[in-house]
């Protein structure tokens, strides 16, 4: 029995290192594209970022009129956290140790407030340690033994990064992803003649960006699970000190190494709002005190968003992003 | 500490090798205190409770074989009852029945506020104390001699494979593999592998990986398309199955790896062609524990047919209640009499073909098949409401909606992996004994669920459902 498991291990193990699984996608290609300098403009965030800012448009107006275009590059993705951005960036840096010199870091704040998580908070989501296990050294997991995770998650964050370079543990997520993903599909087309039609089936104004969902069976999963979560009550104000947040230890980061960081208000519906301020919302108002302390910019527009411009009530549509990002661009020349 | 986590596996690979390298009373005491241990990483606070009722009854137990007076024993067996079904009247139930009382009073107009505990569930209450209950019966009955020596009757209440979520292991079984040397053979040792290799599977692969979609269905606000509350029915049945035989598969298997047989605790209970018969394969322990301690007692089915309907509805009802402090479980106990009433009166009246054929026991499957599914629409739904609202659904508007492919592609890929495995094994512990096994696809069976097992578990892990038991 012992050799069968040892045999099929070593087996699969060889069959996915045969099946060439490694990414390059995120931060190694940023790396990769930085070839003579980095990038002028780096947008640090969720997939609400990656939906909302379009990084052409963006480079093509982050300038005077007579410049030549920006270098964007918008990481945006859906459930990346504050830790696994840092991480990355710091493995980023050992790459390539200049690739932050001069560029202005963009960093998510939706609805006003970045993340106020500190190291004791989420570092990964279930099924997405990809976006922060490739990134972390014994350093980084010397201190995550130090915080409250529980037992358990310090043991399996341990392993994670312990087989990192094991195509097998890689090529798990995929292919898990893969068949549930593909399967799924294959059978909601099967399914699609039965469904009644509706009129958000118009609605599937989506950028693909970020890991955002733009089928309409994602659009109407990511709005059934959006309405689900949300409470009517008015959220509690939540007191963070944000000297003690990740997103502090994120700017101090770019600035010892040459960029700047400036705060972006990307717009949230009224139903993500009610579902990521159910368990309290950050004050604003002591937030914008923190990055006046720091002299921080907040990059917000005066434009208004209904929740119609959020075609699954969490990212910005396409047409509307493009809005956002003009009026961005036009924000930053103005500040 | 969850079987399929990293925990256990580091907690296992101290506890395995040191116990196979003792002899039988330090393994008991290895056992006693890893057991602990296993229990006290969830919370040691609740460990003096855990001590409490195993000291209660060991002491009664003896207490009663040195007792001649009837009255004097029926005292003693009364005490040992009031002490576990006090303890869990008490962290069970107490809330739930005063939150129920205030109901009760608003409803007439009344304004209640009463005291309430807010007292975490202790894990596993219900099944230790059934234990420990179960074994002080059987001590006044005179089935069994108490055991003297504290440690093994200590390890008996506190095994730890099978200490949170049973089986409910009887003491006559158990305690008698604890009293004496054991070996450990060869055959212990693929039964054991096997059964982990295949309760991992189910529990983290078919179990966890349902359990995504199902919460997402009855977690919505609004009752979602009817074709999503049927499917979501059929992923929670076998999220349920898969979730609690695969945890009673790993107990078993990790008492082989001991040398140590546990009660067999289900047996394909959904190819079940009656109400009588699924309970005779479902939950084995439990249904036995009910009908010896409960059913039984209670005069079973000699007192004539209301005598014998009453007992049944009773013994159903309370056994509903015992899986949760809340009305819908009761609503599910009482569905589950009604049910076995049901089908004893209309046996009684037609007697059933004692051979029918394939079709009719093929319809008659997929039949039980869906009144135990009713079941557990009645058991995972969140309130009578919602209960009403997916029937509703399901039969006035059954049409997809966005969950309904993911949810039908989880139903067809992970029970057809259950289905095809189980047909395939027919639920044996030793599945190598069927001559399919050894022409070598077997063998390569198993190196597929263990790379399954790799690729196929979901990220996020779930608590085992009857945990919270």
Avoid at chain 2, 379 to 399: C, E, G, P, Y
Wanted: with cysteine; aromatic share 12%; hydrophobic share 45%.
């Amino acid at each position: 029995m012992l050799a069968l498991i040892a045999g099929t291990l070593v087996a699969s193990e060889v069959g996915a290192r045969g099946w060439g699984v490694e990414s390059r996608a995120w931060y190694p290609a940023v790396v990769g594209r930085a070839s003579d300098r980095g990038p002028d403009v780096l947008v640090v965030g969720t997939s609400q970022s990656a939906a909302a800012i379009d990084e052409d448009l963006l480079a093509r107006h982050w300038s005077a009129p007579d410049s030549a275009a920006a270098r964007v590059e918008n990481l945006g993705q859906g459930f990346s956290t504050t830790m696994a951005h840092l991480c990355a960036m710091r493995w980023a840096i050992g790459q390539r140790p200049d690739l932050l010199r001069g560029t202005t870091v963009l960093l998510e704040a939706a609805g006003g407030t970045p993340p106020p998580d500190g190291a004791d908070g989420r570092w990964y989501y279930p099924g997405m340690s990809h976006l922060l296990v490739p990134y972390v050294d014994a350093g980084l997991l010397e201190r995550y033994w130090g915080t409250d995770h529980t037992l358990e998650e310090k043991l399996e964050l341990t392993v994670r990064v312990a087989t990192t370079d094991c195509a097998l543990a890689r090529l798990s997520d995929r292919v898990r992803d893969g068949i549930v993903t593909n399967g799924s599909r294959v059978v909601e087309k099967v399914l699609a003649p039965l469904a009644p039609v509706t009129d958000e089936d118009a609605e599937t104004d989506l950028r693909a960006k970020g890991g955002v969902r733009t089928d309409r069976a994602g659009i109407d999963r990511v709005r059934a699970h959006t309405l689900a979560g949300g409470t009517d009550a008015a959220p509690s104000v939540r007191d963070v000190d944000w000297d003690a947040t990740l997103v502090a230890e994120l700017v101090e980061f770019v600035e010892s190494h040459g960029g700047n960081v400036v705060f972006v208000e990307v717009p949230m519906s009224r139903a993500a709002q009610r579902t990521s301020y159910a368990s309290g919302r950050p004050d604003p108002a002591r937030f914008k005190a923190w990055a006046e302390r720091r002299r921080l910019t907040i990059l917000r527009t005066h434009l208004r968003f209904d929740e119609s411009d959020f075609p699954d009530l969490v990212h910005l549509s396409a047409s509307r992003g493009a809005d956002f990002t003009l009026a961005l661009a036009d924000a930053w020349r103005e500040r | 500490m969850l079987f399929n986590s990293w925990t256990f596996l580091l907690f296992a690979l101290v506890v395995f090798p040191l116990y196979w390298s003792l002899r039988r009373r330090g393994q008991n005491v290895l056992l006693l205190v890893a057991s602990y241990v296993f229990y006290g990483a969830w919370d040691w606070r609740f460990l003096s409770l855990f001590v409490a009722s195993t000291l209660v009854d060991y002491a009664l137990a003896l207490r009663l074989e040195k007792t001649t007076a009837e009255r004097t024993r029926r005292l003693l067996v009364a005490a040992s009852c009031v002490a576990n079904l006090g303890m869990l009247a008490t962290f069970k139930y107490f809330d739930f029945f005063v939150g129920s009382a205030e109901g009760a009073l608003t409803a007439l107009g009344l304004d209640a506020s009463l005291a309430r505990l807010d007292i975490v569930l202790p894990i596993g209450i219900s099944f230790y104390t059934f234990q420990t209950m179960g074994y002080t019966i059987d001590v006044y009955r005179r089935r069994l001699r108490p055991v003297r020596d504290l440690i093994d009757y200590a390890l008996y209440v506190a095994y730890f494979p099978q200490l949170v979520a049973g089986p409910i292991e009887r003491a006559e079984r158990l305690l008698p593999q604890l009293q004496n040397e054991r070996r450990v053979t060869r055959e212990h040792l693929k039964q054991g592998g096997w059964l982990i290799l295949w309760g991992l599977f189910k529990k983290a692969v078919i179990a966890d990986g349902l359990a995504g979609v199902v919460n997402e269905a009855f977690g919505a606000t609004t009752a979602p398309g009817g074709l999503t509350c049927l499917l979501a029915v059929y992923a929670f049945a076998y999220q349920i199955y898969c979730d609690f035989s695969g945890y009673s598969d790993i107990a078993r298997g990790l008492a082989k790896l001991m040398g140590i047989d546990i009660v067999v605790n289900f047996d394909m209970p959904y190819l079940s062609r009656s109400p009588q018969e699924f309970w005779r394969r479902w939950h084995i322990s439990l249904s036995q524990w009910l009908r010896d301690y409960l059913y039984i007692p209670l005069g079973g089915s000699r007192g004539g047919a209301w005598k014998t309907y009453r007992n049944l509805f009773l013994t159903m009802a309370l056994g509903g209640l015992w899986h949760g402090a809340a009305w819908t479980f009761v609503l599910w106990g009482v569905f589950q009499g009604a049910l076995l009433m049901a089908h004893r009166a209309v046996s009684r009246r037609w007697r059933p073909a004692p051979n029918p054929g394939r079709a009719k026991r093929v319809l008659q499957t997929i039949g039980m098949f869906h009144v135990t599914c009713l079941g557990w629409l009645i058991f995972r739904a969140r309130d009578v409401t919602q209960i009403a609202d997916f029937l509703r659904r399901i039969v006035t508007d059954l049409v997809p909606d966005a969950l309904s492919g993911p949810l039908l592609f989880h139903v067809l890929f992970l029970a057809g992996l259950l289905w095809a495995f189980e047909a395939w094994t027919s639920g044996r512990d030793a599945p190598w004994e069927r001559r399919s096994w050894q022409s070598g696809l077997g063998w390569a069976a198993v190196a597929g669920l263990l790379v399954g097992l790799l690729i196929l578990s979901p990220s996020s892990t779930h608590a085992f459902i009857y945990f919270q038991f």
